[in-house]
């Protein structure tokens, strides 16, 4: 272990330790009210969206504006000597790394030196003449119109001093990175492999997933726009406020006079959280041609100028007594980093999802030249559950079990890596749902077993968890003398129905009907938010907004203090919000929100809150969990693999908008689909060149290859969050491409243990 590693290992079990001190998360008393909380409301941004209303950021036009296309690399390591910029109609300017402005080296996201900054990475793309990885911008060319950008950009060439790159994991020296996305990179109980050698039975095998591309329907773009000093940008950015901090930074500019602007993304799943370079060189072609510019990237510069999952390898140890009951789990993964170290983390499901009293869980990362890593929808965790979870299923078929009877006996009561209790964990609920819902009772105990005609019929499970976080937010809250309620957020609608259920959480909290909620949004100047990802929106958001709503009654009884108001003297502790105002506790003395606003003269009130600490995260295991149930039909004679039928049954708290959750948990196990079957970025390990930029050949499922998916809930509230809620957005995904190898070998009898199943591996 580096020096990091021990350290950040350290200061973990310190920072375990003394949560046990700290209290509880405070329970809120709408987790089991009823109201719009728990109503499958429709989407309240549904028809601008289908309607073509809403601005996404490239829609947006300004006077003036120039655009601009990227030119990239063609070697993957070494220097620039010449660029060839042949004259071409309508350019404005070409800004190279001669006439680049400086812009200041950013900490990148996900570090020790940046934990919570915005910028992909560290590296000084356009202000120097060295490569790090193919495809890195090289030039920017700002022309009138975006056919005269890329033709000009089309004619643009570099010749190179080449340098020797490494762009393989074979052979590549694996190092333990100082933290694994905030887990501890090695944890160790027990002697494992003694427990190994004594278990009554044994599988150890080898997992692998590939590269990976984020495909969202919206490519990555920015536009920029200087007014003096002053800096505007709208951007599809997950972290407005973190792109304002970086920016400003970078460009040395105070972070008043900066605004990121980015209420609507079309998809972002971890690859918008951070900024990729093309932001800072829209910003600086801006600065530099005195004109707006807009810069969208192409679909095929999506794949080299933006980050992609991780590829992965996982060797992966489990002993059992004869009972089933683990006695030993080893799970060494190994995955990719850059210059700036981002480790994949793909041994969380191993550290919290079984018990087991002999454990050893290492991460390592090898260093490539290559672009930074992305987040991607249940980053780590998703292809590391691919691998436990195969592996679970390998040692039931070992022992005889039922595979859903072996995670039944391993259920564990305390978290197994560092024996504090769960906040919550329904799991076995989650278990029993989808077995009854599925019919997991009838599944056939042998391989090949469900012929039908050249088809091969197979059912497979697996079991999903994902680490629960809540972040940082501020929102502000105004109420005007109409009764109505806007409240104004630096997060963004990234597609999942954001504003459409903090809509419905504030109307319960505030006690208005959902009609007078307004929820604006994606604004950096509203609030210091860092809300980037990780599933953390619904609680943490509501964290601030129940903030904002005591904020508000105790300034609505200050406006009634020395008034004739039956409210008037009475502290906040007495008073409740509901039926469109304040009214006394199990009292229906009280004012309407408009009568006291009214009263005091005043058209509005206006108030601020903020999240509350998340103790309950540090102090309890806070996880949410799942259980994948497929049916898959194999092509005896093709190899072809169908997913024909699903059921995923999941334990996420209280679940806010029953639909909205729905259409979450359907698109993540979408998703899992393409990781199982189709997706996989072929880079070509000689030139570092990616060979399948574009859908026509990196192949992600369509309607035609999604079956029937049926959703089930647990939904019991977690005592210690935010509407007893939690964040599921990225628990569809995991242990999809584990359920889906499971049901191919029953169907078959072959294990796959390298994504994506394709027909070629079970011909």
């Known amino acids: ?23 509880d998360g405070k329970p809120d008393p709408l987790a089991h009210g009823l109201g719009e909380i728990g109503r499958p409301a429709d989407r309240l941004d549904g028809h601008a969206k289908a309607t073509g209303a809403v601005q996404y950021t490239a829609d947006h036009r300004l006077p003036g504006l120039a655009y601009a296309v ?7 390591k070494g220097r620039i000597t010449t660029i060839h910029i042949p004259p071409a109609p309508g350019v404005l300017l070409v800004m190279t790394h001669h006439n680049a402005p400086a812009m200041k080296r950013t900490s990148a996201y996900a570090t020790l030196r940046g934990p919570l900054g915005a910028a992909a990475m560290s590296l000084p793309v356009l202000n120097t003449d060295e490569i790090f990885w193919y495809g890195q911008p090289i030039a920017v060319v700002v022309a009138e119109s975006l056919e005269q950008a890329r033709y000009a950009a089309s004619l643009i060439h570099a010749d190179y001093r080449p340098q020797r790159a490494t762009l393989s994991m074979i052979g590549a020296k694996p190092f333990t990175p100082a933290h694994a996305v905030l887990e501890e990179p090695v944890t160790k109980l027990g002697d494992a492999r003694a427990a190994l050698a004594s278990a009554a039975a044994v599988v150890e095998a080898e997992y692998t997933t590939p590269l990976e591309h984020h495909n969202a329907m919206e490519p990555h773009a920015t536009l920029a726009h200087w007014e003096g000093d002053r800096l505007t940008v709208h951007d599809t950015s997950q972290y407005p406020y973190g792109v304002k901090e970086m920016l400003a930074k970078k460009f040395s500019l105070p972070e008043e006079r900066v605004q990121v602007l980015s ?31 807009k810069l969208v990237l192409s679909r095929a510069d999506v794949f080299t100028m933006t980050g992609g999952r991780a590829p992965t390898r996982s060797r992966v140890s489990l002993g059992a007594d004869a009972e089933g009951r683990l006695t030993a789990l080893e799970h060494h993964a190994l995955s990719s980093c850059t210059t700036d170290e981002f480790a994949e983390a793909a041994a969380i499901a191993s550290r919290h999802l079984y018990a087991c009293p002999n454990l050893h869980a290492t991460q390592q990362v090898v260093r490539l030249d290559r672009i930074q890593n992305a987040f991607f929808r249940g980053p780590g965790v998703a292809p590391g559950s691919f691998a436990l979870e195969s592996a679970m299923d390998e040692l039931a078929w070992r022992l005889g079990l039922d595979p859903l ?34 019919g997991w009772s009838s599944r056939p105990p042998t391989t090949r077993a469900v012929p039908d005609g050249h088809w091969l019929v197979g059912y497979g499970m697996a079991a999903a968890i994902n680490p629960d976080a809540v972040l940082i937010a501020g929102v502000k809250l105004r109420l005007t003398t109409d009764g109505t309620v806007t409240i104004h957020s630096s997060t963004n609608e990234l597609g999942a129905g954001t504003s459409t259920a903090q809509s419905q959480a504030a109307a319960d909290r505030l006690g208005l009907p959902l009609d007078r909620i307004r929820f604006e949004q994606g604004d950096s100047d509203v609030a210091k938010t860092r809300i980037p990802g990780a599933s953390a929106a619904t609680t943490t958001l ?56 009214a009263r005091a003269g005043l058209e509005a009130v206006e108030v601020e809150g903020r999240s509350a600490l998340p103790f309950q995260t540090i102090k309890r295991g806070t996880y949410t969990y799942g259980a994948h149930f497929c049916e898959v039909r194999v092509d005896e004679d093709t190899g072809e693999v169908r997913v024909t039928r699903w059921v995923g049954a999941f334990d996420g708290g209280r679940i806010v908008n029953p639909k909205q959750a729905a259409s979450q948990m359907r698109g993540g196990i979408i998703m899992g689909i393409g990781m199982a079957l189709t997706e996989e970025t072929l880079l070509d390990e000689r030139t570092g060149r990616i060979v399948n930029r574009s859908l026509a050949e990196y192949h992600v499922p369509t309607h035609a290859d999604v079956p029937d998916i049926e959703i089930r809930f647990v939904d019991r509230p977690d005592p210690q969050t935010p509407l007893g809620a939690k964040g599921i957005g990225e628990l569809g995904i995991v242990g999809v491409a584990g359920a889906i190898a499971n049901a191919v070998y029953h ?17």
């Open 542 to 597: 509501s964290s601030a907004i129940w903030s904002a709503r005591d904020n508000l009654v105790r300034e609505l009884l200050k406006l009634v203090r020395d008034t004739d108001s039956p409210l008037a003297g009475r502290p906040s502790s007495e008073v409740e919000t509901r039926d469109g105002g304040l009214f006394l506790i199990s009292s229906r003395r009280g004012e309407s929100y408009e009568r006291i606003l």
């Open 70 to 76: 990227v030119v990239g690399s063609t070697v993957a």
């Open 747 to 763: 169907a078959t009898g072959k294990r796959v243990r390298t994504l994506p199943i394709t027909p070629d591996k079970l011909m």
């Open 263 to 293: 209420p609507f993304i079309g998809g972002g799943f971890g690859g918008k959280t951070c900024a990729w370079p093309h932001v800072s060189l829209a910003v600086a072609a801006a600065k530099l041609s005195g004109r707006p510019v």
């Open 1 to 23: 272990m580096s020096l990091a590693s021990r350290g950040f290992a350290l200061a973990s079990k310190a920072m375990s330790k003394l949560g046990r001190l700290l209290p």
């Open 405 to 438: 009877e072996l995670r039944l006996r391993n259920e564990p009561e305390r978290d197994p890596a560092s024996g504090i209790r769960f906040a919550s964990r329904h799991l076995r609920e989650a278990y029993a749902l989808g077995a009854d819902a599925f």
